[in-house]
């Protein structure tokens, strides 16, 4: 085990996971209240489509990968103001489409595939000291939105009309979370991996959901919840030698059923208390 | 004369190609306390979200003088948000303290002191999803009310509300009234309506009448309901030997 941090790598990769994990489970809090699950997704597989462009021209990935995720948090910003059009058919549309550029780009670059499902579901060995300097700084840009905009962001996922009728900024705070949560989404992919990288985005959110009485404890729950999983999720990839996203994503899940089952029992013993 | 709180001038309303409202003209004064009533569908709803300004592409002239508080119709939201009850009344004061900034002690008095008058401050701590209809009513009457507005505005405040709680409702909007409030309260509850209303507006597209409440007729109400003119009748006679004061 001790062994396992003398690798400068591993170092890397675990605290790549953990803060990934946590900028992640802040912002699954909001996306679980407001339902906008689709959302992480739909910037994961967006990011594809500029990943491949990336890959096919040489041109440097996260640089590109980052346009691309900052380009569709703005098209979803926009395109959903206008009301005929429902925010998860927009993303649902950008996604495919993405995702069909980023195949037919992978196809045009000859002898391509080694480094695709290091992207689909994560790679230990593609994060370096940059990646985790670049996911301190958005960890640290997350938190930040968070204190300054609690009450904002607390009444624009309760309700955001009626948050505007009283004069909540709304549409900023959209704007905001829209461009984050796409540029959390391309700063894990390394990590997770483009096709897991959605679970990150809202089981911290339920399991937090599942016992708070406030959206304070929710956040604090849900980000336990991730930097736990975040943690011994790339530790058991690394002794199993599996990629890390998946290995992430099963460790959350069992947290999740467990809290589901810690919560069932609870209200049963409630029941029978209180009749 | 009285101070004119609302003065609304040629309004127009149209989705896609289909009048909303038409032609509606009408000031309101300090003090008034204005029934609205008129059929499903008859753009109720859709005026009152124009005055609060949450419809904008209107045409027409709108003059607002004075804060208004708004309780909407209905109030969607997740019931396993986990928000309590004071956090919900707090939003009601959101533009006194703005970006950057937490409410402050007299922000939480404020609260406390108005739920208590609405007889729910029992509430205080308790989980929104975990309230009763009628207990939401009156919070969302609380969250309009803790910004001390001028005007109240409130959309069917009796929907989903038993009648003992209805009644609660609309004589705490007499105490607000008596205290100088001016109060625009759309209902289905016509005998309520004109019972404790000054004025009463019959809408259905366009403003029907606008006149005192004690002198409001069937035949006013027959201009709107026309097909359920038989029981409206009815329930129109008591209403014409009512009067404001008992
Ligand atoms: N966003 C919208 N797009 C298209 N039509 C709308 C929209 N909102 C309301 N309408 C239409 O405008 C008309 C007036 O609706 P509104 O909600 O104002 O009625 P209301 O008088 O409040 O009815 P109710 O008594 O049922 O609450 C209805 O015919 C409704 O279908
Ligand atoms: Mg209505």
Redo the contacts between chains.
Sequence with gaps: MIELFSYDFMIYAILASILASFSASLLSNYIVLKKMEFIGEGAAHTAFGGIALAILFDLNVDFISIITAILFGISIYFISKKEKVNENSVIGMLLSFSMALGVIFLYLKPGYTPELSSYLFGDILMVNIEDVKILSLVALIILSFIILFNKELKYYAYNSKMAKNFGVPTNLINFIFLIIVSIVVVTSVKIIGIILVTSLLITPGVIGKLFAKSLNQMILISSISGVFAGFFGIIIAYFINIPPGPSIVVTLFSIFLISYLINYIRAKAFVKKHG | MREKMISVKDLNYKVEDNDILKFINFDIYKNDFVGIIGPNGAGKSTLIKIL???IENYSGEIEINGKIG?V?QK????K?????AF??V???M??D????K??KKKHYNKVKSTMKMLGIDYLYNR?VGKLSGGEYQRLSLA?ALVSDPDILILDEPEAGVDSKAQIKIYNILEELSKKGMTIILVSHDISMVVKKANTVMCLNKTLHCHKNAVDMTAEDLKKIYSEELELLVHINKPLKVVSKND
């Design positions: 609060i300004g949450e708004y909407p109030d969607e939201f997740d396993s948000f986990p928000i309590r956090e919900v707090l939003m009601g959101y533009k303290v703005g970006l950057f937490k409410y989980n969250r």
